[in-house]
């Protein structure tokens, strides 16, 4: 085929292999997922069958359908395809030229042609097309001469130089761009084909650029499952008139794992400023996700900290969380032994097979010297334990664990109460183990680990504290060589001797506390007896009166001969530790400690136990015994707290005696009293006869007439036997409230009534005593229920009490309030003021306050206990206090109009 003197290559030569076809009905995503797969040729797909097609299926059409919201997966391809689609019959075909021509004026880039029947014969690619006619344009115009070639070829090759050089510093500074900055970069034209990435890009999905370049979407590190949300971004990124934007979208590399982007795009135009793409930045946000993970952990790992308190309950939560975090088969918590060795006292593991718990590891090359680069904070990652440089003797270790790849960093802590050494200040080591395969540790890996390591020894180190100060008194015996050790013990020494020292003051009993003593010195100390002994100072012998056992048996109550020598130093007062061959115990330690009936001074030495000095001339009462086995001994520290301890075995020996004396003399003193209540009581019925006599002859003389004269002395003698009647019948008053045969008779009565009665005889000596009576009663009538011959004497005892003792020109008030429940009574008299050393006792039989009494009218001491019983009987509260030159008394009772009132309390 010809056309002019050229030549015309034939049509067949630019037709590509038969395309794909499919049924209008083939569901759009199935068809996109095909042209997606690795490998595919097809970049669009024909619908219909080789004699009659009805449309075509490009990438565009597929990005149009997800730009439009469409969210169905089965939408039949007849809906979304470019239909009627055009194509070009064989027979009008002239020459590629005309053929790009017509493929250009209508717009497309596939052209399907046919022959005359109508079925499909190929399909022609504009861009393929093109660059055929490139590649064999032969030109027709004639040679230029050899001048003016040689001109032309000079020129072309400055100008190509200059081009060159601008094109190699434009392409060094956009490598160069590349370079410095961590984002993936690709690009694609308005067709969806990709044409440009990044090294960064192509390393990021693990393809190689060739796999990428020149590709349709869907490109191949697109997921299945994302490509419709990345198909709708992906067409808005290619939309000319929308704004710069950026998407979180999920990519796929090339061994299937998915990751996390940010995406940022741009228009990419030409030289002239024509939109012909666009260029995206990729950033990987892996490492961001892991940083917020590893953020997320810390703080987890943080609050679990603050959350548990045990040390068992922090390491578990601790390898559980690190464990999920770094995707490994184990993570264990190795701590330290003394000698360099160590055990697993935690761990977490993804099966049961790898479990290390409770396992002690002796690593010979840590007890070498190996832990000191852990000391300064060393953190070691070993990918694969076969290829790593690690020492044949470490790398035994570690095959015998089933370990493949490992991740170490040191469990530091520090403590500034003690001296700096290696073994406290490396706790453990926290470890990540791989056991499956080899690991490769990602960079951010090791300083997580650090992180949370970190804050396990603060955790591990406040843990440690606590249960320290919860184990002080079971461990201070054993720490004496560390200077805090030595504090606690002090510190708990006290608590005992603070114990016993309560018991003392709240135990009289000389048994019970020097059991107890004995009984806690032995737990506390670890002893192997601890015993009181009492000194027979007649016999030179002394006898175990009290005993408790340890680890050594008890020998019970046994007398045994004293060493004389050892008698006289603790008569001196000294304190006595030596090692002995008991003759019933055989050889043990034993220290003695003087028990002195009085103690002056005297102040435990901190010198040799043997050479204290005595500062008490005392008598010895006996020792207290402390007793182990010989080798093991006692501590300065010791030996001075039982000599606290025997200071105040010695002060409740000689309280239990001083109490024994007193009960003693208080058994002697209620003796006395009760034959003082008994001659009371008798003499108080037998005065009651003789008292009734003068009475009837009073009567007598009164009746039978006596002189003028007479009248005065007639008088004094029946005042001084009103006196002595009171007195007899206040006597057997309060006999009767005391003993009990006092019986309450209740009655309900107006309590308005009832003072008027009591106040009446009272109104004459107010007025011959000038005192101002002051009376605040209430006005409406008050029903009360109560004894009320024990309720007139009361009031009558305390007004009788008041007028004696009130000054003329005072006054005297009586308030009466009440309720249905209570009656309240206050009597206040001023210009009389109570001694506070006399008020407490106001209310004793027979007490009186003789410079308050400045009439001298005397008195028998018995109305306040008088009333003070009454009330006790009534069951109400009696108050009495003096101040500001004013006395008050104050009387509440109780309405006993309920059951069984009238029984006595």
Request: aromatic residues 6%; hydrophobic residues 40%; charged residues 20%.
């Amino acid at each position: 085929m010809t056309q002019g003197s050229g030549w015309v290559p034939p049509l067949e030569r630019f037709l590509e292999p038969v395309p794909l076809l499919v049924s209008p009905t083939h569901s759009v995503i199935s068809v996109v997922k095909f042209l997606a797969q690795r490998g595919s040729p097809f970049r669009y797909a024909l619908v219909g069958d080789p004699h009659k097609l009805v449309g075509i299926l490009t990438a565009t059409d597929a990005l149009r359908w997800l730009a439009q919201g469409e969210g169905a997966t089965d939408i039949p391809v007849q809906e979304v395809m470019t239909t009627p689609v055009l194509t070009f019959a064989a027979r009008d075909y002239r020459d590629p030229l005309t053929l790009v021509q017509f493929m250009q004026a209508h717009g497309v880039q596939h052209l399907p042609v046919v022959d005359a029947t109508g079925s499909l014969l190929g399909v022609v690619n504009q861009e393929d097309l093109c660059l055929n006619l490139i590649l064999e344009h032969r030109p027709s115009q004639p040679p230029l001469p050899t001048e003016a070639q040689q001109a032309l070829t000079t020129l072309c090759q400055l100008e190509e130089e200059i081009l060159t050089e601008e094109l190699q510093k434009a392409l060094n500074l956009r490598i160069g761009i590349e370079h410095s900055i961590p984002l993936g970069i690709a690009a694609a034209d308005f067709q969806g084909k990709q044409i440009y990435v990044n090294d960064t890009f192509a390393k990021m999905v693990g393809w190689p650029k060739e796999a990428l370049l020149g590709r349709d979407p869907p490109y191949v590190y697109w997921p299945p499952e994302e490509l419709e949300t990345i198909f709708a971004a992906f067409t808005q990124g290619l939309n000319q008139s929308r704004p710069l934007q950026g998407w979180e979208l999920t990519f796929m590399r090339r061994n299937g794992e998915r990751f996390p982007v940010r995406i940022l795009d741009a228009p990419w135009r030409d030289g002239k400023g024509n939109l012909i793409g666009m260029i995206a930045s990729v950033q990987d946000l892996t490492p961001e996700k892991h940083q917020l993970q590893q953020t997320h952990l810390l703080s987890r790992i943080t609050q679990g900290i603050r959350q548990f308190s045990q040390v068992e309950d922090i390491l578990n939560f601790t390898v559980r969380e690190i464990r999920h975090l770094l995707q490994v088969d184990r993570v264990v918590i190795y701590r330290f032994l003394p000698n360099w060795a160590g055990e697993i006292v935690a761990e977490s593991v993804s099966q049961s097979k790898f479990s290390l718990l409770g396992r002690v590891i002796e690593d010979p090359c840590f007890m070498s010297g190996w832990h000191h680069p852990y000391q300064q904070g060393r953190i070691s990652a070993i990918e694969d334990i076969d290829t790593a440089s690690v020492q044949p003797c470490h790398r035994e270790l570690l095959a015998s664990l089933q370990v493949r790849a490992n991740l170490v960093v040191p469990i530091l802590q520090a403590d500034s109460s003690h001296t700096s050494t290696e073994q406290e200040c490396l706790w453990g080591l926290l470890i990540a183990h791989h056991c499956t395969a080899p690991k490769s540790w990602d960079p951010w890996m090791p300083e997580s680990l650090k992180q949370f390591a970190d804050q396990l020894g603060l955790a591990l180190q406040q843990a440690v504290l606590v249960q320290r100060l919860q184990a002080t008194n079971a461990e201070l015996q054993y720490q004496v060589e560390v200077r805090n050790a030595e504090l606690r013990q002090l510190v708990s020494y006290e608590q005992l001797l603070r114990l016993i020292s309560d018991k003392v003051r709240s135990s009289l009993s000389e048994e019970d506390i020097l059991t107890t003593v004995t009984q806690e010195l032995t737990q506390s100390l670890h002893l192997g007896v601890c015993g009181v002994a009492l000194l027979e100072a007649e016999t030179h012998t002394y006898t175990l009166a009290y005993e408790f056992a340890g680890s050594m048996p008890s020998i019970g109550k046994v007398s045994l001969p004293m060493d004389p020598v050892l008698l006289k130093q603790l008569q001196q007062g000294q304190t006595l530790c030596f090692s002995t061959n008991h003759p019933l115990r055989g050889w043990c330690t034993l220290v003695a400690c003087p028990l002195h009936t009085e103690l002056q001074d005297r102040i435990p030495s901190e010198a040799s136990v043997s050479q204290t000095p005595s500062k008490t001339t005392t008598s010895l009462l006996g020792f207290l015994k402390l007793i182990r086995l010989p080798h093991e001994g006692f501590t300065p520290a010791e030996i001075r707290f039982a000599e606290q301890i025997a200071i105040q075995c010695s002060i409740a020996i000689r309280q239990a005696c001083l109490y024994q004396e007193t009960q003693n003399q208080l058994q002697q003193l209620m003796k006395l009293n009760q034959l003082k209540e008994d001659f009371l009581n008798m003499v108080s019925h037998e005065l009651r006869t003789p008292l009734t006599s003068m009475k009837m002859a009073l009567k007598m003389l009164e009746v039978s007439g006596i002189t003028e004269k007479q009248i005065r002395y007639f008088n004094i003698l029946k005042q001084e036997w009103q006196k002595e009647l009171d007195l007899v019948n206040d006597l057997l008053d309060l006999q009767r409230l005391e003993s009990g045969s006092r019986q309450l008779e209740v009655t309900r009565f107006c309590v308005q009534d009832r003072l008027t009665e009591v106040l009446e005889p009272f109104a004459l000596r107010f007025q011959e005593r000038q005192l101002t009576f002051i009376p605040q009663i209430p006005s409406d009538p008050f029903i009360f229920t109560t004894d009320a011959g024990l309720l007139t004497r009361i009031l009558s005892e305390l007004l009788n009490n008041a007028v004696k003792y009130t000054p003329a020109g005072e006054q005297i008030h009586l308030l009466v309030s009440g309720s249905s429940l209570h009656l309240h009574l206050q009597v206040t008299n001023t210009g009389v003021q109570i001694p506070s050393e006399h008020l407490s006792r106001i209310f004793e039989k027979f007490y009186r306050v003789p410079q308050l009494d400045q009439a001298q009218q005397g008195g028998t001491g018995l109305g306040l206990p008088l009333v003070k019983k009454a009330v006790e009987l009534l069951r109400g509260d009696l108050r009495a206090e003096s101040q500001e030159n004013r006395t008050v008394f104050e009387v509440s009772l109780p309405n006993l109009s309920t059951d069984g009132s009238s029984r006595n309390p």
